[in-house]
Structure formats: C-alpha cells, structure tokens
C-alpha cells in the first residue's frame, strides 16, 4: 500500500484532500483510480487507511476508513550528528537512516571533514535533495513522519544542539570496554531524545572530543574494527532500533 503525508488542515471529518505534487505522483505516475487504498499520515501520529473518491488535476480526495496510531515511530528520538563525508555519501546516510528510524539528521561541519559547502546557493540545493532522499525513504519504509534534515551547522552549533536532548553518546574509534558501551546504549533507551555524534573521514579532532566530553556527552566503542563514517552511524542506529523495538513490546 502507498504512503502520503498531509497537514492537519487537508483532514476533514470523513475524508482527506491531497495537494500538491502527490496529486501528480498518484494520478500520473502510479496511475491509481478510484477506489484504490492508501495510507495517509498526519505526521503527529496518525495514520489514516483510505481509499480514493476523487481525482483531478488539483487535488484528490481519499475517503477515510479508518483511523490508528502509528506504529512505526520508536519510542525515543534518534538525531544523528553527522560530520559531513565526501562525494554523495551523505545521500546513502540519510535514506538508511530513515529506513532505521532516525527522527532527524543534522550534518556537521567538522574540523577534519575534507568535504566543505561554501557556497549558500549550493547548500540550499543540497539541503533540498537530501530532504527529498528523507522523504521517499520514509514512504518507502512506511513511517508515520518524514524525518527532518537540518541546514549544515558548525560543531560548537551541534553541540549546543545536542545539549537540549536528554541524552548523547558518541562512538569513537578510542574510547574502550564495549560492556560500558552495552551499559550506555541501555540508560539512553531510557530516554526520550538521543544525540548520536559521527566523525567525517577524518574523525574527530582532540579539541573536538575535549568539548563533547565537557558537555557530557558519552563516548562509547562500536568493537575492535575502525568503521567508515557511512558505516558508524547506521551500526548504532541499528543496535537503538533493535534495542528500542523490544521496549517497545513491553509497553
């Protein structure tokens, strides 16, 4: 079944009016008709099953089925802090990272990331495609929102960030004990937000774990193995979904 997202102004009482380039996608490019089924989320929780009423070349209109909670969300939020790779390695991070539940995705300058926006015009157009690759990944995968990708920030910028969540760890190819490690990523899946922090290429600068450390935030080991900054991210992505998934069953 194909997945939409709305705003709670196109939600009526029994029915739905899809907008915008969606209208194009399902008319077009689908090619559905009357009667089919979709999904529709309103992005604070809801998930709607419908089915199509109406179709023209404004707007569709879906009437609603039913209404349930949306069980794809974890039960804490995920924002990785990612220090901006090379080439078009971000685009692979941010569409499995969506595919793993991550809630937002804040790419960092970094003292030794080799790849360097510099020009605003550049960025923007950036920014607007990796918010693209969040949101196909997220109909593909059936979330019940489309994660946000923020504009670049500065580290000192991440940080301050990263202080307002209740919780941040950061594997680093020095830091030891992978029990402590085990111990970490347990108290943070008692928590409602978690910072993630990812060196680029490079890794992290001394300064750069010096502030990180002042802030509190927790430095943990992901194993014996140096992992690429596009591995890293997604590997304890992957042990927080895993581990939030059974919290999850248990509620």
Known sequence: MHWFYVEKSQICENEIKITG????????????????????????????YCEIASLNKEE???????????????????????????????????????ELGVHEVIPVAMKRCVAKIEDEKKERKKLER??????????????????????????KEAVQ????????IVPYEQAENMAATVKQVKKACQKKSIGIFIGPEGGFDEKEI??????????????????????????????????????????
Request: charge should be negative; charged fraction near 25%.
């Open 21 to 48: 380039s969606d209208v194009n996608h399902i008319k077009n490019v689908l090619r559905m008709d009357i009667g089919e089924h979709v999904v529709i989320c309103d992005r604070e929780g809801k998930d709607y």
């Open 60 to 98: 569709v209109t879906a009437k609603i089925n039913q209404i349930n909670d949306t069980e794809s969300e974890l039960p804490a939020k995920l924002y990785l802090f990612q220090g901006i790779p090379k080439k078009d390695k971000m685009e692979l991070i941010i569409q499995k990272a969506v």
């Open 130 to 155: 990796w918010q693209g690759i969040a949101t196909s990944a997220a109909k593909q995968s059936g979330r019940g929102m489309i994660p946000k990708i923020h504009t670049v920030m500065s580290f």
């Open 161 to 168: 960030y990263g202080k307002e969540l209740e919780y941040c």
């Open 210 to 251: 010096e502030d990180i450390q002042e802030a509190g935030f927790q430095a943990i080991t992901l194993g014996k193995r140096i992992l690429r900054t596009e591995t890293a991210g997604l590997t304890i992505l992957s042990i927080f979904m895993y581990e939030l998934e059974q919290i999850r069953e248990t509620m």
